[in-house]
Antibody, heavy 119, light 107 residues
C-alpha cells in the first residue's frame, strides 16, 4: 500500500532554512505527481506546492513563492521541500501527498512533520 | 477561487444524516474533492470528481453538486465519522484551495 513518510521538521529560527523529505513506497513514485500541503496549529489546510512526475511542472502557493522549492529524486523515491527565509507564519505540520490520477486532488497523505519557526 | 463551507460546526446524533455544504466563488465544474480529518491524523480523501468515492470509503458517504454548490452527505452517522471535513477545488489553479472546514460533532 502507499506509504509516505515525512521527515526533517523541527524548531528553526526566523530567517533560517530547513529541508523536508518525504520517502515514498508502495506505488510508482516516478510516474506520480506530488504535493506539499501544510496546516498551521489549530487551523485549516493550505496547499504549498506541486511537482510533476518528471520534476517539471512546479507551482507554488503565493505565501511561499520565491522562498520554497519543491524537488524530487526518482532514483531515491523521495520528495523534498527546501524552505528558505522562514517566518513564524510558516509554523505548521507539513504533509506530502500524491496527486490524484486524473486531477489535482490529494490522494494519499503522509503523517506529516511539524515545523516550528521561533526565536 | 474561494471555497466557503457551512456550517462551521454541525451537531448530529449517531445514526442520523449529516449534510455538509461547500460553495465555490466561481464555477469549478465537478472538480471538487472532500477530505476527512480526525484529531492528530492526516486528512483522508473521501470523494473526488464531486461524487466519486475514493477506494475503501463506505457507501454512507456521498457527494453531489457541480458548478458552485456542493454537498457531502453522510447517511447514517457512525461514531468514527465525527471529525473535521474539508472541501477542495482543483479546477482553477494555482492555487489549489480548501474550504475552512466543517467540524462534525456528536449531539
Amino acid at each position: 500500500q502507499v506509504q509516505l513518510v515525512e521527515s526533517g521538521g523541527g524548531v528553526v529560527q526566523p530567517g533560517r532554512s530547513l529541508r523536508l523529505s518525504c520517502a515514498a513506497s508502495g506505488f510508482s513514485f516516478s510516474i506520480s505527481g506530488m504535493h506539499w500541503v501544510r496546516q498551521s496549529p489549530g487551523k485549516g489546510l493550505e496547499w504549498v506546492a506541486i511537482i510533476g512526475y518528471d520534476g517539471r511542472g512546479k507551482y507554488y502557493g503565493d505565501s511561499v513563492k520565491g522562498r520554497f522549492t519543491i524537488s524530487r529524486d526518482n532514483s531515491k523515491n523521495t520528495l523534498y521541500l527546501q524552505m528558505n527565509s522562514l517566518g513564524v507564519d510558516d509554523t505548521a505540520v507539513y504533509y506530502c501527498a500524491t496527486r490524484g490520477e486524473k486531477g489535482n486532488w490529494f490522494d494519499s497523505w503522509g503523517q506529516g512533520t511539524l515545523v516550528t519557526v521561533s526565536s | 477561487i474561494v471555497m466557503t463551507q457551512s456550517p462551521a460546526t454541525l451537531s448530529v446524533s449517531p445514526g442520523d444524516r449529516a449534510t455538509l455544504s461547500c460553495r465555490a466563488s466561481h464555477n469549478v465544474h465537478n472538480n471538487l474533492a472532500w477530505y476527512q480529518q480526525k484529531p492528530g491524523q492526516a486528512p483522508r480523501l473521501l470523494i473526488f470528481g464531486a461524487s466519486t468515492r475514493a477506494t475503501g470509503i463506505p457507501a454512507r458517504f456521498s457527494g453531489s453538486g457541480s458548478g458552485t454548490e456542493f454537498t457531502l452527505t453522510i447517511s447514517s452517522l457512525q461514531s468514527e465519522d465525527f471529525a473535521v471535513y474539508y472541501c477542495q477545488q482543483y479546477n482553477n489553479w494555482p492555487p489549489l484551495t480548501f474550504g475552512q472546514g466543517t467540524r462534525l460533532e456528536i449531539k
